[in-house]
């Protein structure tokens, strides 16, 4: 079956350190984004990326990094810099280079924990 | 700018109870309409869509109807079951602009906790 695979589901760090999420898709999708969701919110949009070698900060970028060398992967590293990393972060996914009647595919998540 | 405005949660209710969630929406140009539902610990799915007024979208019961009158699309079911209890979020996205930044914008989500 198609679909999105975030590893791991639980994470946790000591502050200080740099983190890498994982986010894997083997739905042939052009474009990736990754969110992050506090508890009680909606989702934010970190960065996002349309082909392979390029990507777009989103609304809540800084303290974040990402790269895009193959198109089924996007991983999201939270560095130091992000001053409040703990949350629920989601990876998505949308074919057709973003076309406005394609749904986002989600993973499942991964639950960053800072302490 | 664009935004999506949802009733907030938690909504209870008990099984086999009607439910309404309802949605509104501001935008600047002609927008599709989404639900997605969050099951505890997972992502989001997708619920349902609607991408011109008056259009009726509908799964596993669930329907919302697109509203250009209103700028709404709330979120409607006639008999929930406990296995519906989830967070579900409306979101919109403006047409004509069809390139991978062209953003999805999310409500804040409504908790439903249906109790047999």
């Known amino acids: 079956d198609g679909g999105i695979t975030q590893s791991p589901k639980y994470l946790f760090r000591k502050e200080g350190q740099n983190v890498t999420l994982s986010c894997e898709q083997n739905?042939?999708?052009?474009?990736m984004y990754w969110y992050r969701q506090d508890p009680g919110q909606g989702l934010r949009l970190i960065y996002y990326?349309?082909?392979?070698?390029?990507?777009q900060k989103g609304d809540i970028a800084e303290g974040y990094s990402v790269s895009r060398e193959k198109k089924e992967s996007f991983p999201l590293t939270v560095t130091s810099a992000q001053k409040n990393p703990t949350a629920f972060y989601l990876c998505?996914?949308?074919?057709?280079?973003?076309?406005?009647?394609?749904?986002?595919?989600f993973g499942n998540g991964t639950r960053l924990t800072v302490t | 700018g664009d935004s999506v405005t949802q009733m907030e949660g938690p909504v209870t209710l008990s099984e086999e109870a009607f439910l309404t969630i309802n949605c509104t929406y501001t935008?600047?140009?002609?927008?599709?309409l989404f639900w997605y539902v969050q099951y505890p610990g997972e992502g989001l799915q997708l619920l349902l869509k609607?991408?011109?007024?008056?259009d009726k979208g509908s799964n596993k019961g669930f329907e919302a109807t697109y509203r250009k009158e209103t700028t709404s699309f709330h979120l409607e079911k006639g008999s929930v079951q406990v296995s519906d209890s989830a967070v579900y979020f409306c979101?919109?996205?403006?047409?004509?602009?069809?390139?991978?930044?062209?953003?999805?914008?999310f409500g804040g989500g409504t908790r439903l906790m249906v109790k047999p």
């Open positions: 990326s349309q082909i392979v070698n390029d990507f």
């Open positions: 979101a919109l996205i403006l047409r004509g602009n069809n390139n991978a930044g062209n953003m999805l914008t």
């Open positions: 739905l042939n999708h052009d474009a």
């Open positions: 609607a991408t011109k007024a008056d």
């Open positions: 998505a996914s949308r074919s057709g280079g973003g076309s406005y009647n394609s749904p986002l595919h």
């Open positions: 935008a600047t140009g002609y927008p599709s």
